[in-house]
């Protein structure tokens, strides 16, 4: 099985106007998409496309409307001219838990059928309910872990950061351990630091049953701490911006405009 848990912390650092800084320990489920059947038959805690103490819904995620992932992202990958030829596609997202549910970011990592990363989707989602996803990638060839990715933002997230500006992506590889962080720059500035890192446990019933018991229900925590630094924010008198809409594409395909237009 290559799927797994990571345990570790959420941090974030925002550097203007005024500096606010936080760290939390979360958990995420890595999953492989051709392994989710078999453990929901072996792990007694983890649902599939069922309730439960956690759960994992294709509903959540992708296309949002239940079908299955395995050909929606396929055919996004098609689109952007990458084509992994039967390799695994896995993702790291909260899953659902105790019925609750949300997912500020999750990130699908898609393999070339030699094993080789030659994309990684991050779906990102807001505090007013929308959706977008960034493809990340060099064109179909692969692509290496220490290499900075970049995406302009047309997405709007927090209440507290203006629309537009640019991310800067790192992935480490998900083996023993994790970690992404994800620059973002406004108005040719950095503004903001955020992460997520964590150690790889093993997905089973007592890793499950233990993580429960600790954390609770993830996205209801995640929910309750977001929210909380919102609060924080807004008592600093950090300007806040209205949601201008949603972009016109649910998916930004090419990355490689953000260098093009530099």
Request: net charge neutral; hydrophobic share 40%.
């Amino acid at each position: 099985m290559e799927s797994r848990i990571f345990e570790g912390n959420v941090v974030h650092e925002r550097s203007r106007p005024v500096v606010n800084r936080f760290r939390y320990r979360v958990y995420l489920l890595y999953l492989d998409l051709a392994e989710l059947d078999g453990l929901a038959g072996s792990v007694r805690r983890f649902h599939y496309n069922h309730p439960g103490w956690i759960s994992f819904y294709d509903r959540d995620h992708g296309p949002r409307d239940g079908s299955p992932l395995r050909p929606w992202i396929d055919d996004l990958l098609n689109r952007a001219g990458i084509h992994l030829e039967g390799g695994p596609i896995r993702i790291m997202s909260f899953p659902r838990s105790m019925g609750f549910r949300f997912f500020p970011a999750s990130f699908w990592y898609c393999h070339g059928a030699d094993g080789e990363l030659l994309a990684v989707l991050a779906e990102v989602h807001n505090t007013f309910g929308g959706q977008h996803n960034y493809l990340l990638h060099r064109g179909g060839e692969p692509m290496g872990f220490s290499e900075d990715l970049f995406a302009y933002k047309v997405f709007h997230v927090s209440p507290f950061i203006p629309l537009g500006g640019r991310y800067r992506f790192r992935f480490t590889p998900p083996d023993n351990a994790v970690s992404v962080s994800i620059h973002e720059n406004v108005e040719g500035e950095p503004l903001l630091v955020a992460g997520v890192s964590g150690k790889a446990r093993p997905l089973d019933d007592a890793t499950l049953r233990e993580l429960t018991w600790r954390y609770g229900p993830m996205p209801l925590r995640a929910w309750l701490l977001i929210h909380f630094q919102a609060i924080r924010l807004a008592l600093k008198r950090v300007r806040f911006y209205s949601d201008p809409g949603m972009p016109e594409e649910e998916t930004t395909l090419d990355p490689q405009d953000a260098l093009r237009r530099d």
